[in-house]
């Protein structure tokens, strides 16, 4: 008998895992795959790999700007994926290691509920006080007469070894766009149809726009609007039909879709009375709590933005309540990154949602070309953008896009965190020269507007 059994080894199943073992509780995890799910194996760190790879390609072409003559040798895709999947195999030793360390035994298979407080996973029953599932998510492509066989998954693509000529990449999600930047920076004619909702529809519409024009520059084709209406082979490459404005049709070497929905399949579910919507996310309350006493989720098998970092700390909200706890996880809070080129990092409310919130904002832009560092060193795109409770000050959200988003927006989580009016932000200081300068200075901006 155990205090928790978890169902899933991903972000959120692992950090439930350790914080009930934390806690003093006797825990099991059970994963079907490999440990660390998605995000380890075929997502975040994966892409990261591939990321650093055309930063590094896109630094030697442009070495002439900073009278460095270099030339790349050549590309080698192969070895990309190759060193892709040593450091997930490292990140997996790594983990298999702290929870060997911590006792929680691990348990490979599918899990099924059984009942309340019980999990099948083959002709075994596990029992325990209670229950987190943490089952992930999985590729969720459009239903498009003939996609199925042209299709490459988002996560399959990052174990490619070659560089297809000509891509068409599916969606207008943060994967979409980091997986477009890869293929361009690495030679591809890359074609991006983000679909009727277009680019990033859930970020600030500057955010979009700062992105779109960024991958423009870059030679990325991205038609607004568009999205797939029916895929045919022809000579061996795939024309795609795509609706929209214009309905243009395109010819490539590989399709390309990033796409999730939440993995709740064969679960059993239903026999147990766990409650789904509409797109097959597990319902929970604000304390991560299905319609089941007991029985808890957390991650993407619940929906919302499937973020690994939002992830972990639902799974740590998860095992503190499932263990008698009485912690609740707000979305509000939850950063967001996108590692293209450039980077993106968001976190709070987008100037339209604060409107649509009967807010009174008040705004403040810096743009990275006016900062000393971006200046020097040749990386222009992008700005700081402020949104401000207009008659207190509260900053309800930051969206970065520019180089070193994803870190910069660390900085302003804390602050939104620690309830810093723009004023407060504005009498900082920063070292000089760095990117965190265009915080304060958006800060400044939004005190002047």
């Known amino acids: 008998m155990h205090d928790l059994v978890v169902i899933g080894a991903g972000p959120a199943g692992y950090a439930a895992a350790l914080r009930a073992s934390d806690l003093g509780g006797s825990v099991a995890l059970v994963e079907a795959g490999d440990l660390g799910g998605t995000c380890v194996n075929r997502g975040c760190i994966a892409t990261m790999v591939w990321l650093k790879a055309a930063e590094v390609l896109r630094t030697v072409q442009g070495a002439g700007a900073f009278g460095i003559g270099a030339a790349v040798q050549g590309v080698d895709p192969a070895a990309v994926a ?72 988002a996560e399959a693509f990052l174990d490619a070894e070659e560089i297809p000529a ?80 214009g309905a243009p049709e395109v010819e490539v070497d590989a399709v390309v879709a990033g796409a999730r ?13 766990v409650e789904v919507d509409g797109r097959g996310a597990v319902r929970v ?20 933005r499937m973020l690994s970092h939002a992830a972990s700390a639902m799974g740590r909200v998860a095992a503190e309540n499932a263990l008698g706890g009485s912690r609740t996880f707000s979305e509000l809070r939850v950063p967001r990154g996108i590692w293209g ?26 743009a990275y070309a006016a900062n000393g560092l971006a200046l020097a060193r040749d990386e222009l795109d992008g700005a700081v953008k402020i949104v401000a409770d207009g008659r207190t000050g509260e900053v309800l959200g930051v969206h970065i896009v520019g180089p070193g988003a994803t870190e910069l927006v660390g900085e302003a989580l804390l602050a939104m965190d620690l309830e810093a009016t723009v004023a407060e932000l504005a009498r900082g200081m920063r070292l000089h020269p760095t990117f965190s300068e265009a915080l304060v200075e958006a800060a400044r901006a939004a005190l002047e507007g």
């Open 341 to 366: 080129l450039p980077e993106v990092g968001s976190v709070g409310l987008s100037e339209e949602e604060a409107e649509d919130e009967g807010i009174e904002v008040v705004l403040g832009e810096a």
């Open 261 to 273: 929905a939440p993995r709740t399949g064969g679960l059993g579910l239903e026999a147990v009375g």
């Open 166 to 245: 000509a891509a068409l990449v599916l969606g207008g999600g943060p994967w979409d766009v980091e997986v477009a930047g890869i293929l361009r920076a690495f030679g591809a004619e890359v074609h991006l149809a983000p679909g009727p909702e277009g680019l990033l529809p859930r970020e600030d519409a500057d955010t979009g726009q700062r992105v779109a024009k960024a991958l423009f520059d870059q030679g990325v084709r991205v038609l607004p609007g568009a999205g797939p209406a029916r895929v045919e082979a022809r000579g061996g490459r795939w024309a795609v039909s795509l609706t929209g404005p």
């Open 285 to 304: 309350d604000g304390r991560l709590e299905t319609s089941v006493p007991g029985v808890f989720a957390a991650g993407d098998v619940t929906g919302g």
């Open 82 to 153: 190759a060193r892709k999947r040593t450091v997930a195999e490292g990140i997996r030793e790594g983990m298999a290691a702290v929870l060997g360390g911590r006792g929680i035994e691990v348990i490979p298979g599918e899990a099924v509920l059984a009942g309340a407080g019980r999990v099948r996973v083959g002709g075994r029953v596990i029992e325990a006080g209670a229950v987190v599932i943490a089952t992930g998510s999985r590729p969720d492509l459009p239903a498009v007469e003939g996609l199925e066989p042209a299709v490459i998954p």
